[in-house]
């Protein structure tokens, strides 16, 4: 399995609803769309000589099946998984196999001062760190601890 930055790239996993991202609720998500999310994220890998694979799918069988993928060909997953956070045993289990690999959560709001029902996610279960209320520019914060976790030396570059 590819652990080094120099090696594979960084899977960025996003679930339902994220490609409606700067046209569904701007209040809370913002006005930024994936397509920005993708270029602020690649900009910081390539910072750190690494690359990113960024997806989106609104189906949780198609998010387990490409953490599955990760697992044997990136260095490490970032992923927001939306609603499936508080959900899906699924997406933790896929998660679970990816032994030593470094996985981030991300949310784009704070969801600890949302509905009592976003306070708890399964994906928190097997995150090495969880990203809250940073808007888009914590999937930068993610990638960067991705790369400090992945790559020995290229983080300081």
Do not use: K
């Amino acid at each position: 399995m590819p652990r080094n930055l120099a090696d594979a790239p960084i899977m960025i996993l996003n679930g339902p609803n994220l490609n409606l991202l700067g046209q569904r609720q701007p209040e809370i998500y913002g006005r930024d769309t994936l397509a920005d999310v993708e270029a602020m994220c690649a900009r910081a890998a390539a910072a750190r000589n690494g690359t990113v694979d960024l997806r989106q799918s609104n189906h949780e069988g198609e998010l387990v099946d490409w953490i599955h993928e990760a697992r044997l060909n990136h260095c490490g997953i970032v992923i927001n998984p939306g609603a499936y956070s508080h959900t899906s045993v699924a997406i933790l289990d896929a998660l679970n196999a990816c032994d030593g690999m470094p996985v981030m959560e991300v949310h784009i709001s704070n969801i600890h001062r949302r509905e009592s029902f976003r306070h708890h996610s399964y994906v928190s279960l097997r995150a090495d760190g969880v990203i809250a209320g940073c808007g888009v520019q914590g999937y930068v914060f993610a990638v960067e601890r991705i790369a400090a976790l992945a790559g020995p030396g290229l983080a300081e570059a």
